[in-house]
């Protein structure tokens, strides 16, 4: 009887004990919910592959009386595209291995048309609660803080005074102004926001995801930023993909800083033979200009590196334009309009990640982009400022020979 007895206390507890390890140690995902607006259809999840960019559905299930239930299994925790058919209603979700429970629903969703652009027309469900993903709370709380709600509404003014101010170029530069100033301000909490974050919480993924949603934003300071936040991370945070692009990014744009060797490339010229930059360079001061046909400010450029490139050229100076375009007949088209005398070649285009290889090697955060090259191929200067590679060749040029 006492063994009985015993058994009786012990399975219970034992069950107690899987039942709870489960829930906070699952190795899988179990997503449902409801769509009210939606009493049938599809739901899938899909995630972007970082190697080649394209979508990739991961799950996908029925829509029946609203509800839906998804499970499965994901490597680590990721954000994923929730979309909805018909009508082709979105939003977005960090998915975890946990039951997570959604409850959306599509009053107030946002519509959007982007056919023009080549995209498709889709509508944002901006109505929604997820309950049962850590890291997917914490991605709110840092969205929804009261600063980030309030540049919203200080973007909406801007967009609002760039309208008014359409052909007066004076009111034109100062909400351009206004506009530098606000967005400098909200970047700097940002930064503090993230890094005050993972020293709190090095292992959880929401971080890692913050810092990666927010790097691209810091053309000018990326390197800085990376390298004082992404040693912090620990655990979880490491085995994401969204570490992995941003260690990868960190790499390169470590490897191409000044002082460094400029990585070697080979690249097409117009008349489809090879360029290299190793052979090109040796032996001379070289600027690479990263261009593309339909950059506007990388056009208005052109004229000032003819005056720069005709003062220069004679002492040994020389300059390769890299241009950017997808599209070959408008490169080929704006170099018949341009003129340039200097070398051109093409980079390489993935249209599936759509990527130029070169531009990625040398970590180009926008164009026009300059780099200014020694002698000896390495790196003088990182600039998109023009003003700063042509004080370089005076100081080379005008005060050293």
């Keep these: 009887m006492r063994k009985n007895n015993l058994l009786l206390i012990i399975i219970p507890f034992i069950i107690l004990i899987s039942a709870t390890f489960k829930s906070y140690g699952q190795t899988q995902y179990q997503l449902k919910g409801k769509i009210n607006g939606v009493a049938s259809g599809t739901i899938s999840i899909s995630i972007i592959d970082e190697n080649n960019r ?4 991961i799950d996908s299930g029925e829509i029946v009386n609203y509800l839906f239930d998804l499970n499965g299994t994901i490597e680590s925790p990721q954000m994923v595209d929730v979309k909805i058919m018909p009508g082709n209603w979105r939003f977005r979700v960090l998915v975890e291995n946990s039951k997570i429970t959604i409850d959306a629903d599509t009053t107030g969703a946002a519509h959007h048309d982007m056919t023009k652009y080549g995209g498709d027309k889709f509508t944002d469900i901006t109505n929604f609660k997820v309950t049962g993903s850590r890291n997917f709370d914490d991605w709110m709380s840092y969205q929804n803080d009261p600063q ?8 909406l003014g801007i ?8 052909g007066n170029d004076s009111a034109m530069n100062k909400v351009m102004e206004r506009a530098g100033l606000i967005s400098g301000v909200f970047r700097n909490w940002q930064k503090t926001y993230i890094y005050n974050y993972v020293n709190q919480h090095p292992s959880h993924v929401a971080g890692v995801y913050m810092l990666y949603d927010f790097y691209t934003w810091l053309p000018d300071e990326r390197m800085t ?3 004082a936040i992404l040693p912090k991370f620990t655990g979880e945070a490491t085995t994401t993909k969204y570490y992995a692009v941003l260690a990868d990014v960190s790499a390169k744009i470590n490897a191409v800083q000044p002082g460094k060797p400029a990585p070697d490339f080979t690249l097409l010229k117009r008349d489809s033979t090879s360029f290299n930059l190793a052979a090109f360079a040796k032996g001379k001061y070289t600027m690479i200009d990263f ?5 506007g400010p990388c056009r208005q450029m052109i004229p000032y590196w003819k005056t720069v490139y005709k003062r220069y050229r004679d002492k040994g100076f020389q300059i390769v334009s890299i241009s950017a375009d997808s599209k070959y007949k408008d490169w080929v088209k704006c170099l018949d309009v341009e003129k340039m005398s200097w070398a051109q070649v093409i980079d390489d285009y993935n249209t599936k990640s759509r990527l130029s290889r070169t531009m990625d090697l040398y970590q180009i955060p926008h164009i026009p982009y300059y780099l200014l090259l020694d002698k000896n191929g390495k790196i003088l200067a990182s600039t998109s400022d023009g003003n700063i590679i042509n004080n370089e060749l005076k100081i080379i040029y005008e005060e050293h020979l």
Excluded: G, H, Y
């Excluded at 980030?148 to 973007?155: G, P, R, Y």
């Excluded at 967009?159 to 359409?166: D, G, I, R, T, V």
């Design 159 to 166: 967009e609002k005074q760039f309208k008014a101010a359409q």
């Design 225 to 227: 930023v990376l390298n």
């Design 148 to 155: 980030q709600k309030q540049f919203d509404q200080d973007e």
């Design 291 to 295: 261009w593309a046909s339909w950059c």
């Design 54 to 57: 394209p979508i990739k559905t």
